[in-house]
């Protein structure tokens, strides 16, 4: 079992993987943010929108979003929801999403990747208008790894609009890039062929059909390349250039069953049926659901025939008569909900091989996706409940006495400072206006008291002691009074000094006061108030459940059309060349049956 990775490892793995345009601001600061980065790296897309979806949803409704780690990557991060939602087939959300990246306040160059990624959407809907005028909005600087990109979309956004005048222009200029060896040659001479110059085409055809590469994608164009030039010079009628071109078509690519049946055809058209043998005999030992599998083994007999070899002929038409898998069958439509174990089973492996198919497919399977998310998610719902019930039951019966200490304790707080604040405010007037007597200590104010009450006394006294009295009266007020006005500044100097002491001590208290406010508040809010959420968010996903539901059916019912049609038409196909086939067979058997009696 690992251990756990600590935050700053987990960020230091994320960096390590950031696309460029994110790198290019900095490191990274917000863990979630390179949480969703991984889970796209990991093609995990639709995990990764969840994750970047809530932490922009929660960066914006924080009171300060720029105090918020998302604040240094936002404007990345809602160009990335765009990114992922476009890998995830979410071409309207993610539409929306670059768009707004288009119209914020972001560099240029991410603008201009944006401008790109919002055409190809265009483009892959079919919108090719919608497409060019977005390209258009690419100006300045443009990242070197999109230039080439843009151009070579430009140039299919122009066949698409039926202007491949426009496109050849367009694609001469991209036939030095290495990152489009092939495509780009390819691409000039399907756009050649809509402008009539065969020949030229033919020369890129050829071009492209050359071309080195190991990876899968290049080995395609060369075959596919090989394979169109190969069908241009069979109906031109150079048979031995066509055959030299076929014969580059890898023997287990793609399109090597069809590059095997055209040259065949190829040499049994240049009436060298004794070559032709070779290619479709390859070619009648392989998958024989194929179409192209299909004609060679019905062509092989008819090149034996040729060749006056009827006996030979005629056993292998009476084999294709007796293959179960063109036997006729009433109930031979499926469903793709069962798939029985039937002959019919595996003509539908072209059909699943194709985008269409595939497309959809994928389609099915995420909506089975989301439906276990969903059912995931509403069973994380009753948990939520659980836990909130045991909340409450925890801290429901303690909050009443602790309220109790609270309040007494909240009404002492709130003497002491206001205490506190009346102190301050005296000494702030006693700057202004000195006041020695706010400053006495307790004895002296008892003295002062005392004094008072002696001089009212004084009115009492005989009036020969009255004077003696009186003048030791003013002595001792005197005394008290010089002690205060003497020492009047030390006096306010310490006040000052104990007022800060104090203010020390009623921060901490202010501080504690807060902490158990929050923690207060944090207990009660940890169980109330979440009701009516998870009631909303259990409708929403009952109603997320009913939709999928429908979704589901009505994709399935999509891929069993598809599915029902591809059988009508192999079904149709098959037929046909049963009936060649028969005739076939009776042609060769009566040519052998004579020859035998010669």
Known sequence: MSAPTTPTLALALVALLLPAHTAAGGDLRDLYFGEALYQAYQEDWFDALERLDAEIAQHYRVDEPERDSLYYHVKNAEFDVGDFELRYRMHHRAGHAIKAVLEADVDESVRNDAAYRLARIHFQKGQAEDALLTLERIRGKVPDDLRDDIEFLRANVYMALGRPKDAVEVLRHLQGSEK?????????????????????????????GKVQGSDSATQ??????????GTLLFESSAYDLAERSLDRVHLEGPFSNQALLRAGWADATAEKFDRA??????????????????????????????????????????????????????????????????????????????????????????????????????RSLDAFDDLIRRRREYYAPLLPEIDAQFRKLDSQVRLRVEQRDHVDQLLHRMLVAPRPDYLATSDELRAAARIGQLEAGLRNASDADRPALSLRIRRLKGVLTWRLETEYPKRLTDTYKHLQELNKDVDVLTAQYGAFVRTRQAATQSYSGYDRKIADLRARTAHAQERLADLQLRQGQLLEAVATNELKQRR????????????AFADAYDRAAKAQAQ
């Open 277 to 378: 043998l070779v290619p479709w005999g390859i070619l009648a030992e392989r998958e024989p659901t194929d179409a192209a599998v299909q004609e060679a083994k019905l062509a092989l007999p008819y090149a034996y025939s040729k060749l006056g070899v009827h006996g030979r002929a005629a056993l292998l038409y009476l084999k294709d008569l007796v293959r179960d898998e063109i036997r006729e069958d009433r109930d031979w439509v499926i469903r793709l909900r069962s798939l029985p174990d039937a002959p019919e089973t595996f003509y539908l492996a072209t059909l699943m091989a194709s985008h269409e198919f595939q497309t959809g497919l994928q389609n099915y399977l995420d909506l089975e996706d989301m439906r276990k998310r969903l059912l995931s998610w509403r």
């Open 220 to 229: 395609a164009i060369v075959d596919k390349s090989n394979l169109i030039l």
């Open 572 to 583: 149709e196909r098959l037929a046909a060349q049963l009936n060649q086939a028969r005739f």
């Open 180 to 208: 489009l060896a092939g495509f780009s040659a390819y691409n000039l001479g399907i756009a050649l062929l809509e402008e009539g110059e065969k020949k030229e085409a033919a020369e890129q055809f050829d071009r492209a």
